[in-house]
């Protein structure tokens, strides 16, 4: 971490509560996902670290139904905290977060915002992604998930803010549509023999 503001901010980040599929592992690869498109965007890297960081701090509150809005409460506590420890850029680091989230399908303003968006929306692809689908507490039985892999992940590669993340999003979304592919094929199989 490269100043005193980034490593208050990660020491806060650590200690929180996280779910399985939005844990530490997935903040850590959004921050490192959105530093890299910033530097290449000319972005304000030390808010989309920060931003980056927080950006999911209300997650695990959302779904165990203590709160609506994790985007929003996020933001909310964010500002709280980045005030206490007198960081002045906090109402930018605020609207990063209360934007980043897909479900509101918003495109936010600020090219800061738009690259924190985009590093979340990239860990939901590839590989890991993938993983995280089958990971998620809510996701559903197969055909469920099979059915999210179409109503959200595979529209990703579509709805990347920077020309960084266009670049980004093609080799992760060719990983799961071949993941898909493959699946559906398997299954098909299955089911064919079943019928048999």
């Known amino acids: 971490m490269k100043n005193n503001f980034i490593n208050l901010v990660y020491n806060y980040v650590i200690n929180e509560n ?3 599929t939005h844990d530490l592992g997935h903040i ?31 997650r695990n509150d959302e779904l165990s139904g203590k709160i609506e809005d994790h985007a929003l409460e996020g933001a909310r506590r964010a ?3 980045l005030r206490k420890i007198k960081y002045p850029k906090y109402r930018k680091v ?3 977060i209360e934007h980043h989230r897909f479900r509101k399908k918003n495109i936010p303003e600020t090219l800061e915002a738009k690259i924190i968006q985009d590093a979340d929306r990239l860990d939901a692809l590839g590989y890991v992604g993938i993983t995280r689908v089958f990971m998620h507490k809510n996701g559903g039985d197969l055909k469920e998930r ?3 892999f179409y109503e959200k992940i595979l529209k990703l590669k579509h709805l990347m803010n920077t020309e960084t ?3 980004l999003v093609e080799e992760k979304s ?7 592919k493959g699946l559906q094929k398997e299954l098909l199989y299955i089911y064919e023999v079943d019928d048999g």
């Open 174 to 180: 060719k990983i799961v549509e071949t993941f898909i």
């Open 146 to 148: 099979i059915e999210h």
């Open 79 to 81: 500002e709280i905290f």
């Open 28 to 58: 850590l690869r959004v921050t490192k996902n959105a530093e890299f498109i910033a530097k290449n965007e000319n972005a304000d890297i030390e808010v989309v670290i920060i931003s980056a960081l927080l950006h999911d701090i209300a």
């Open 94 to 96: 605020s609207y990063c």
């Open 165 to 167: 993340a266009k670049i």
């Open 18 to 20: 996280f779910d399985s």
